[in-house]
Nanobody, 120 residues
Framework: QVQLVESGGGSVQAGGSLKLSCVAS????????MSWVRQAPGKEREGVAT???????LYADSVKGRFTISRDNAQNTLYLQMNSLKPEDTAMYYC??????????????WGQGTQVTVSS
């Protein structure tokens, strides 16, 4: 069965950094468009960053210049390097995968999430 397992969340002060990881199993990882999606309490889910099967990347305006998404297809792992963290980055962060193109709006698989808390 397919599993996406996130790790790396935690509590940091504003201006700090965290690196999230998401290990995938049970799927042909290289064929999946992968994304990081976050959800804060009382707010809608927000796409943070996406990396395509060709390595192309997209970022939400709110994280451009501060977050970097990457993938290691040999290790079936997705990463999110988060620098200059702000209190408004506080949320549960999920990795999610879509088979094939990133143009698809529906995700096929989700991880269980990892909590990021940024204090001021």
């Amino acid at each position: 069965q397919v599993q996406l397992v996130e790790s790396g969340g935690g509590s940091v002060q504003a201006g700090g950094s965290l690196k999230l990881s998401c290990v995938a199993s049970g799927l042909i990882y290289s064929r999946y468009c992968m994304s990081w999606v976050r959800q804060a309490p009382g707010k809608e889910r927000e796409g943070v960053a996406t990396i395509g099967t060709d390595g192309s990347k997209l970022y939400a305006d709110s994280v451009k210049g501060r977050f970097t998404i990457s993938r290691d297809n040999a290790q079936n792992t997705l990463y999110l390097q988060m620098n200059s963290l702000k209190p408004e980055d506080t949320a549960m962060y999920y990795c999610a995968g879509r088979y094939g193109g990133c143009w698809r709006t529906q995700f096929d698989y989700w991880g269980q999430g990892t909590q990021v808390t940024v204090s001021s």
